[in-house]
């Protein structure tokens, strides 16, 4: 019952949003449902912690613990993105019709997000996710400028013949399972028959699969379109899809992992190794050479789900917790990190990084915030994502992997320096005036507010996990492990 | 081919010369410089799909490739052609596509070179004796995959490159119905549901495209890119 008010709501939302004259009320209204759908989230979870999983319809809906995990930070994000849009659209937008549009199209987004750990079907994650792209496209094109037009249409055409790819890479699972004599077709189903299944069609389902959600995760070099689209849409809307939505699609791959290990000669861990090292290491120099801030941060994703990548490949379960840890760190950082960016961009009308000079005189609150994401999400410690990345070194190191762990903290340390110099040279320095051309405005309140509990988990996470949350990553890690 | 047939002779001729057609409209799609060429092309192949499942779906009597052979119909040879005409101006249909990164001949003996390469492919994955309904449907469609990326790769213009990604779909969808007839539900609900929204949104992107842009060249999108204009 919990399960489809969770879904139900966006969608009511979006209803509202269809109605005429809603326009002032359209985005408060979506913040009241997306908060919703948090506290809902919580409770889910707090049955999945109580009886292991809670199911709607059992083979087709349900959470277990990491479904469960990757549900709670999707409504989180959500709930901060919507708060965010509230003041954003609030100051930015004048046309009725494109406020109700934006609303509707992101209550859709936020729908086909929160479907895809719902559903414990393979084919319908699948669905869920093609959902994600055809509800994000208008959502990237929103301004309606050359630029985010490209960016829209580079995204779109990249990740749906990813899609594509990867609908023959379920179609070729189901084959082989069905072949084995099995047609359950489940995540927990198909790990069970893993080790019936042909090994040379789990091996095609592989690199279909792979190769197919790996465009739209931002694996190198399917990544081209990911700066573009994530940085030429609007902040709150880079903030889903930068945060979460890359990692949702990396999760449908992680769960098929115990059938892909179960092929003999396919060596899918290994393979996810050399991916999430090559994703890393390649966006780690991207992060260097770049001049665009919100590019800044994308890259700084694409280097993120590297990360995540290479700790499942790792394949202990040192590694496994690792990397969940990774993927809650990163949408609770990154998507901080893209309200911080919109609050420079409100201040400075430019996406530049050497047109921002002495931003802390400017706007305190957005440099501040800035401050603290780029030092969270390059991973300084105290902050999460230097817990996490601190635990894959040291899972690797305890693996046979020391000499490829090393190359690894090296691109690591590369992004490092990369984010943090670009950052503090945006924040200190003598202050510059904006061009006279540039389109600023003052941050909205409900803007200010995203930004503020945004940083709560920010901050709060790498010196205290509470209780639940670390039985939550315990029972994903134990879902992802061996 | 390999492996026992569970069809007639009859299905089976049927069904071989439907996807030889389905293969030559794959070519058809890459080549056809007028988007409206491509458009038809698109249409003639997704009908193909549809009678590559009726033929398959009739006997053993298979209730999801019957349904899928209605969703098709609706959707990708009624509704997709209909969206779209409705909402990317006329304009757009009749442009004809003069600068191609590649030649038509060499486009086409490309593609030829990846259906050749897909048949290979396709004999190879065939090969440990997995159970497939008709062993064509996965060489054609495996084909069709490759063309239709190539397809993608290759045209410059906004609603062929669309097309294409159908293609593709059209093609991954042929294969699946041999090798996974009773597929739990997700071919019916992408088609009926996906496909229309797809066709949809490239639909408005393609207009705010012709409008903002004054084309539908996206080949000539190269704004955004590292290094470019700050």
Not at chain 1, 9 to 21: E, G, K, M, T
Not at chain 1, 172 to 180: C, H
Request: with cysteine; hydrophobic share 60%; glycine share 8%.
């Amino acid at each position: 019952m919990i399960l489809w008010a969770i879904v139900a709501l966006p969608l009511l939302a979006a209803l509202f949003a269809a109605l005429p004259r809603t326009e002032r009320y359209v985005l408060p209204v979506t913040f009241g449902c997306a908060f919703g759908v948090l506290v809902l989230t919580t409770v889910a979870c707090g049955f999945v912690l109580r009886d292991g999983h809670t199911v709607a319809i059992a083979q087709w809906v349900g959470l277990d613990g990491f479904a469960a995990l990757l549900e709670l930070l999707i409504a989180f994000v959500l709930t901060t993105a919507t708060l965010y849009s509230w003041g954003y659209i609030a100051a930015t937008e004048r046309s009725a019709l494109r406020i109700r549009l934006y609303a509707a199209n992101l209550n859709l987004f936020a729908f086909s997000l929160l479907a895809i750990p719902l559903v414990v079907e393979p084919g319908l994650a699948w669905i869920a996710v093609e959902l994600t792209t055809l509800f994000s496209v208008l959502l990237v094109s929103f301004d309606n400028t050359r630029e985010a037009l490209e960016a829209a249409w580079k995204y779109m055409t990249i990740t749906l013949v990813g899609a594509t790819a990867a609908v023959l890479g379920f179609l070729v699972l189901f084959w082989a399972m069905r072949s084995a004599g099995d047609v359950t077709f489940t995540y927990s189903e198909l790990a069970l028959v893993a080790p019936r299944l042909a090994p040379s069609i789990v091996a095609v389902a592989f690199f279909l699969i792979v190769v197919g959600f790996g465009a739209k995760v931002g694996f190198v070099p399917l990544h081209t379109w990911l700066p573009d689209a994530h940085s030429q849409a609007p902040s709150p809307v880079c903030a889903l899809l930068s945060g979460i939505e890359t990692s949702a699609v990396l999760y449908v791959i992680v769960r098929l992992m115990p059938v892909f290990r179960a092929a003999p000669l396919l060596h899918a861990d290994l393979w996810l190794l050399v991916i999430g090292l090559i994703a890393a290491g390649v966006a780690a120099f991207l992060i260097v050479q770049t001049r665009d801030y919100k590019r800044l941060f994308a890259f700084s994703t694409v280097e993120h789900m590297g990360i995540i990548c290479f700790a499942v490949g790792l394949g202990t379960a040192a590694a496994a917790y690792a990397a969940v840890w990774q993927m809650a760190a990163h949408a609770l950082t990154k998507s901080f990190c893209f309200y911080a960016g919109g609050g420079a961009l409100a201040a400075t009308g430019t996406r530049t990084i050497a047109e921002v000079r002495g931003l802390v005189g400017r706007a305190p609150l957005a440099a501040g915030a800035l401050f603290v994401g780029a030092l969270a999400v390059a991973g300084a410690p105290p902050f999460a994502v230097f817990v996490s990345e601190f635990a894959v070194a040291r899972a690797g190191f305890a693996s046979a992997h020391v000499a490829v762990v090393l190359l690894f903290l090296f691109f690591v340390g590369v992004a490092f320096f990369g984010l943090v110099g670009h950052v503090m040279h945006m924040i200190f320095g003598p202050p510059k005036a904006p061009r006279s051309d540039a389109h600023t405005y003052r941050l909205p309140v409900p803007a200010r507010a995203a930004i503020v509990i945004a940083a709560i988990p920010v901050v709060v996470l790498g010196l205290w996990t509470p209780a639940p949350l670390a039985a939550l990553l315990a029972a994903s890690s134990a879902a992802l492990g061996r | 081919m390999i492996g026992e047939s569970l069809l007639t002779p009859a299905q089976e001729q049927a069904n071989s010369l439907v996807l030889g057609l389905f293969l030559l409209t794959a070519f058809g799609m890459t080549v056809a410089r007028q988007v409206q060429a491509t458009l038809l092309a698109f249409v003639a192949q997704s009908l193909l799909l549809a009678c590559s499942s009726l033929v398959l779906g009739l006997h053993p009597l298979s209730v999801h490739l019957l349904a899928l052979t209605a969703v098709t119909l609706a959707g990708k040879v009624l509704l997709i052609p209909w969206l779209l005409r409705r909402i990317v101006p006329d304009a757009v249909y009749s442009r004809r596509e003069l600068s191609q990164p590649v030649n038509i001949t060499t486009s086409l003996l490309i593609a030829m070179a990846l259906a050749i390469a897909a048949y290979f492919f396709s004999v190879a994955l065939l090969a440990p004796g997995t159970p497939v309904l008709s062993a064509g449907n996965v060489s054609i469609g495996f084909a069709g995959l490759l063309v239709g990326w190539y397809q993608v790769a290759v045209r410059n213009e906004a609603l062929p490159q669309l097309l294409g990604i159908l293609a593709m779909e059209n093609s991954a969808f042929l294969a699946g119905i041999a090798m996974a007839p009773d597929f739990p539900l997700i071919a019916e609900l992408a088609i009926a549901f996906d496909v229309p929204l797809l066709a949809l949104i490239v639909g408005l992107l393609t207009r705010a495209l012709q409008e903002r842009v004054g084309s539908t060249d996206v080949g000539a999108l190269i704004r955004l890119r590292e290094g470019g204009e700050p």
